[in-house]
């Protein structure tokens, strides 16, 4: 006998579930039972009455976030055990070593925890919820990541202000679940960062460009480096130990610009080859002379949030790389990114081919790049991923 609400589906609308894609959207459903709030734990099953699993109940289009195929309790021994596997497979794969204490511990569905997000910054775990059960469960999951054998966790900080929906009057408040402020400074491959998870963007730091940041080290030396939307500076922190020439960091915030600084001072202190520019990213690319960057990197913020989105988003992403393809220099690499999810890898490569050949010039893909291991998409899900890069070399 279930130990939760029941939800039962309209005819044929079990199919995704068979097919274990984590998601039931509201259209789909058929009964709802009586008394059930936002956020309570539900079983699924179809018209026939199969069970099909058990996840969180929200508002809103998608409606289930499936947790288990079967009708388990979702309770303090499970987010202990998929927390667990979750940090196995990072400690079994090598993103968690001696030189990279900064890692994604939880990606959501990409690790059977839909609606959850937890990064690492070496005593401290950033909790996000996306799903109003999620928020529900933050003190058990907490309790579950200082417990973590090995992994060191002794600090958690809840930072879920902007990412739960906010028809569900849930009010959150960023704060410390379990322990104090124990200092910012990360490590990863060896370089030390400072996150600031109290204010920053996301969760202080994205941890989803470690792979593609040691690539561009490899391509840096003797260039001159331009970084758009620096934010914390993390592309040029690496060009600075690959080799570049000069390092020119750009962002729209100050306060981004102020941290890129000090990440910089962090790693090469007194080291004159950067400098960096609080100006609008647009501008300066327009302003800036003709093969004056042998290597620039265009990683904007999420141009399309939302499906409706998508057509502005991919003229801006036209836009900005056109301008990009026009002044860099001879021979460039372009490294280019979208972490839009409603942007599809195929949308993005259209919107950057098309800004290639409005500069009428010789391009070719040395890399197609995606989202690092420590953000696995889930085989039954694929949109989880999210992240699409490409380096160029321009003529």
Known sequence: MTRYKNITLRKGKEESLLRFHPWVFSGAIDILPDGLEEGDTVTVTASDGRLLGTGHFQIGSIAVRMLSSADEPID??????????????????????PDTDAYRLVHGEGDFLPGLVVDVYGPTAVVQAHSPAMHFARDIIARALVSLPEAGISNVYYKSETTLPFKARLDPQNDYIIGAYAGNVATENGLKF?????????????????????????????????????????????????????????DSSAKAVTLTDANIH??????????????????????????????????????????????????GYQRINAKAFAKIALGGILFTFSCSQAITREQFRLAVFSAAAESRRKVRILHQLTQPADHPVNIYHPEGEYLKGLILYVE
């Open 266 to 315: 962090l790693n090469f202190p007194d080291d004159t080859r950067h400098r960096s520019h609080a100006e609008d990213a647009f501008k300066f690319l327009t302003d800036m002379p003709h093969g004056a960057y042998d290597l620039i990197v265009l990683d904007p913020p999420a141009f399309a949030k939302h499906r409706s989105a998508i057509r502005n988003a991919l003229r």
């Open 76 to 97: 303090e021994p499970f987010y202990a055990s998929r927390l667990r596997q979750a940090w196995i497979m990072r400690k079994t794969i090598g993103v968690i070593r």
């Open 194 to 250: 400072h996150v600031d998870w109290l204010k920053g963007q996301k969760t202080g730091f994205f941890v989803d460009q470690r792979d593609n940041r040691a690539l561009l080290e490899r391509y840096s030396a003797g260039r001159r480096v331009l970084n758009m939307f620096c934010y914390t500076g993390g592309f040029s922190v690496y060009a600075m130990r690959g080799g570049a020439l000069s390092v020119d960091s750009v």
